[in-house]
């Protein structure tokens, strides 16, 4: 929790939710930048198809790290709404409930990785040019999903404390790590987009460490004794509970854009790399709202479990208007200069030109994403993770990937054509949420009156 006169449970809104949401940009704007480096540095020392190889590889890796982000959440909902409530046992029983869950995940879904990469690959409609190398990219940053997955249970444990500094400090590891691993494996040895996934894995594996040993060294607020671990199966099936709709959801978007993408995969090797551009630089665009959406996730739970309704939901207004802020900013970079945002990632003209055209369709999704995110992090941190899961699914499912797929079979269509998709779903999204935000409301409302 902040320290000072306004914190998360008192005083002013808006100054410990933006001391809280600073360092979670920062944690994005350095994950968003780690995932991207890859691009950058194989799209310098290589050619268009480890670009492509990398641009799909990466966010086939995404998806899955979506489901793990989102399953976390549960994590950070409970160890909020508990810190809150001042129930150091519980809290103590959720993170030995997220060790033992969280293990198994990993294990898991590394293995499924390492197996069914080629077929993934197919089903995604890589350019033929390009499937080896995504295969090899996919496999290797499998094997190192363990790490991966540890970091962001982690990073959900101190989120839940009210803590997003460490979070910022394991990541900054993670990212000249990679970094310097990516300069040196695909720069040096030319191992290309192979390179480019053994620096991700080795990046990850650092930063779990170091993050561990700050554990022990600094100690959590609570104690967590071997007792509490053996008796936390119940704090599994809580995480669960909450953070399983979220990951779902997050997985169903994440497969609606691999749908899309595949769709885009078939028009060509060209059309290939710009969308994988397009996607990368979303996370850089969109850092704001989804910085407040796990800053409101926080800081509704923990509102919420000190029985202080009104200010959760005077968090979310300060959320919006701050993110909205800065959508009008990236809207018009994405409107108006998208080849320049384009050519951090590409030199070819040809690609660069295709993911202008397409961001210029996708951009007024900047300008509605800043509201669809603040009432997420709002309905995480109230526990209503059952309704986030449904409105994804109907505007990934119901909308953007029908549209999609009508617009790229319209004749003589263009990227800016398709890319209209994504912010007729993200109105979608908007109307669901804003009337489920209406009921909940009047709802938490009378029920905080009783």
């Keep these: 929790m902040p320290i000072g006169k306004d914190t998360i449970l008192q005083g002013r809104i808006f100054s410990p939710l933006l001391k809280f949401a600073i360092p979670l940009m920062l944690t994005i704007l350095l994950q968003a930048l780690y ?31 979506q489901v793990i982000i989102g399953l976390s959440m549960g994590v950070t ?57 995504t295969v090899q990219y996919v496999r290797i940053c499998g094997s190192g999903l363990i790490f991966i997955t540890a970091y962001n249970v982690i990073s959900a444990l101190f989120r839940g404390l009210g803590d997003s500094k460490s979070p910022l400090l394991f990541i900054s590891i993670a990212c000249v790590t990679n ?7 695909c720069g040096v040895f030319k191992l290309d987009a192979t390179g480019a996934a053994i620096a991700t894995v080795l990046a990850q594996a650092v930063s779990v460490v170091f993050s561990i040993y700050k ?61 994988g551009i397009s996607e990368k630089l979303f996370v850089f665009l969109a850092l704001v709202p989804i910085s407040f959406m796990y800053a409101l996730s926080a800081f509704v739970a923990q509102n919420v479990g000190a029985k202080q ?29 998208g080849d ?18 397409y961001m210029r369709g996708t951009s007024a999704e900047f300008l509605l994403v800043p509201f669809v995110f603040c009432f997420l992090g709002y309905f995480n941190g109230i526990g209503k993770t059952n309704f986030v ?3 994804g699914l109907l505007s990934s499912f119901a909308v953007r990937i029908p549209i999609s797929y009508y617009l790229s079979r319209l ?27 209406v009921f909940v409301r009047k709802k938490r409302l009378e029920m905080h009156s009783l």
């Design 35 to 65: 995932g991207a480096v890859d691009l950058i540095v194989v799209g310098k020392f290589g050619n268009t198809t480890s670009v492509s190889a990398v641009a799909n590889g990466s966010q086939i890796m995404q998806s899955i790290i």
């Design 389 to 391: 899961l449904i409105q």
């Design 77 to 133: 909902v409970l160890i909020g709404r508990f810190v809150g409530s001042k129930d150091d046992e519980s809290a103590a029983e959720t993170v030995g409930g997220a060790i033992k869950l969280f293990f198994i995940v990993g294990l898991v879904i590394s293995v499924i990785m390492a197996v069914l990469a080629p077929q993934i690959v197919v089903l995604m409609k890589v350019p033929a040019e390009a499937a080896e190398k």
């Design 215 to 275: 554990i022990r060294k600094d100690r959590l607020p609570f104690e967590i004794t071997k007792k509490k671990l053996l008796s936390s199966k119940g704090a599994s099936f809580r995480i669960l509970k909450i953070g399983g709709p979220i990951a779902l959801q997050d997985f169903c978007i994440s497969f609606s854009f691999l749908i899309i993408i595949a769709i885009m995969n078939s028009l060509g090797l060209v059309a290939s790399a710009s969308i």
């Design 179 to 185: 970094i310097v691993g990516d300069l040196v494996l």
């Design 309 to 337: 309704e009104d200010r959760a939901i005077k968090g979310l207004g300060a959320g919006m208007i701050a993110s909205f802020a800065f959508g009008i900013v990236t809207f018009s970079l994405t409107f108006f200069a």
């Design 340 to 357: 320049v945002l384009a050519g951090f990632f590409e030199n070819d003209p040809i690609v660069i030109a295709a993911a202008q055209s």
């Design 411 to 437: 004749p003589n269509t263009d990227l800016f054509t398709i890319g209209l998709a994504v912010p007729i779903s993200t109105l979608s999204s908007i109307l669901i949420c804003a009337g489920y935000y």
